[in-house]
């Protein structure tokens, strides 16, 4: 894949250039790009030279004098130019493989590019990690990296992941610790597989890697009715059990659905450091209750409004708190309405995973003027669910109106809506 342009910014470089949507960047300085890395790289300098391929097949070379630091404004269709790293693993947790047809296309794609690592803060195995991607690595300075580590029992890594190059987990971890490249690490609790005594094991050689381990986080298994080969779902006892050994060790946290099956309050702010595994459910509701803290609520709206939080099982109890401090505002009227999840089964409980029908179903018979839902119900930059289909097509079937709010951590641009209304 080309370094094809999706759009400019306003008033950038790249706007004044006349660069347009789907030219190409065939090259910075006469070098090729392979990536975002390499486009980041090779444009910090005061003077460039670049080659693009026009719409029109035509080639022309342009002279670029700007600050140092200064970004050209070029936003790319992908991160990645060339092919991305696929995994090479059959995980036997692996969400991917336990979807069923019918959704969207990028859903099925399972990659495993440090690159992406790098610039997104995707997980990554380092099951087909190269010397050829460590001497760029090394290079370049890249990190802090997301690892998916699971465990560091070799034999049990190779099981876990199905891969006989699974087990070198430790070696290249060692790797990144000589060479001081950070990461962060991520292990997906399997009760039976890597709980317990095998979870002590993993925290405490990530402990010798001192910090080079910048956080931990331990996250439960996700379960759909679509799975072939059963797994054992974290319940209470087991997450009693995690959040106990977790917190013998520096920087490891468990995210919030261990403490909501184990019926415990979310911790302060201080248990999650720099909440620096958000994107994987660590923090995201301490987060949530830390900012509206500080949000300034009106004391009164000018006219009547009810409205409902559509949300997940696992944000119920934190979006109920907050919901009560809504109805404590002078004619409005708030209420919560967790979304049961039919399509994936009652064990999957996250906003994420919720589908344009359960949602459907959930509201279609209430009174309000308007629902609210987090952006991470639908496709980043996009109205559409994971089922492929959009929230218009749920507005015209449930005849609601709806407000998405965009920062999942932040109440603040629903608070401004309901004081312009």
């Known amino acids: 894949m080309p370094a094809v342009v999706n759009s400019v910014i306003n008033d950038s470089i790249a706007q004044e250039l006349g660069i347009e949507k789907n030219d190409i960047i065939l090259s910075i300085d006469g070098n090729n790009l392979l990536d975002m890395i390499d486009y980041n790289f090779y444009c910090k300098s005061e003077f460039l030279t670049l080659e693009i391929q026009k719409q029109c097949g035509d080639v022309e070379v342009i002279e670029i004098e700007k600050d140092f630091d200064e970004d050209l404004g070029i936003i790319f269709e992908s991160a990645v130019f060339d092919k991305v790293k696929p995994c ?30 790098y610039l997104q803060g995707t997980y990554i195995t380092l099951t087909n990690f190269t010397d050829k991607d460590r001497e760029r690595i090394k290079r370049m300075h890249l990190g802090p990296f997301y690892v998916s580590v699971h465990t560091t029992n070799p034999e ?204 459907i179903n959930t509201i279609k018979d209430i009174d309000a003027d308007f629902v609210v839902i987090p952006s991470v119900m639908l496709s980043p930059y996009t109205e559409l669910f994971l089922d492929g289909k959009n929230l218009d097509y749920v507005k015209k079937t449930t005849k609601k109106e709806f407000f998405v709010v965009q920062n999942i951590y932040s109440m603040s641009e629903l608070i401004e809506y309901l004081k312009n209304i």
């Open 156 to 359: 049990l890594r190779n099981r876990m992941l199905n891969n006989p190059n699974a087990g070198k987990a430790l070696e290249n971890l060692d790797w990144f610790r000589k060479n001081k490249i950070p990461f962060h690490a991520q292990i997906v609790l399997c009760p039976g597989y890597n709980d317990g005594i095998e979870l002590e094991r993993t925290l405490t050689d990530l402990a010798k890697l001192k910090k080079t381990v910048l956080s931990t986080a331990i996250v439960p298994v996700g379960i759909t009715q679509f799975r072939e080969k059963k797994l054992t779902q974290v319940d209470k006892k087991c997450a009693i059990e995690t959040i106990e050994i977790a917190s013998k060790f520096k920087r490891v946290c468990c995210s919030d659905e261990f403490f909501l099956l184990a019926e415990r309050d979310i911790p302060p702010a201080k248990y999650y450091g720099n909440f620096s595994q958000l994107e994987d459910g660590v923090g995201a509701l301490r987060l949530l209750l830390e900012n509206f803290k500080h949000d300034n609520l009106p004391k009164k709206l000018s006219k009547p409004v009810k409205f409902v939080f559509a949300t997940s099982f696992a944000a119920k109890n934190v979006i109920e708190h907050i919901a009560k401090q809504f109805n404590k505002i002078k004619n409005l009227d708030c209420s919560v309405l967790p979304v049961k999840s039919q399509y994936w089964g009652q064990d999957i409980n996250v906003a994420g995973l919720i589908t344009s029908d359960d949602l």
């Open 88 to 117: 090479c693993n059959h995980c036997i947790f692996c969400f991917v493989d336990q979807q069923p047809k019918g959704l969207r296309e990028t859903l099925y794609v399972k990659d495993d590019d440090y690159r992406l690592s």
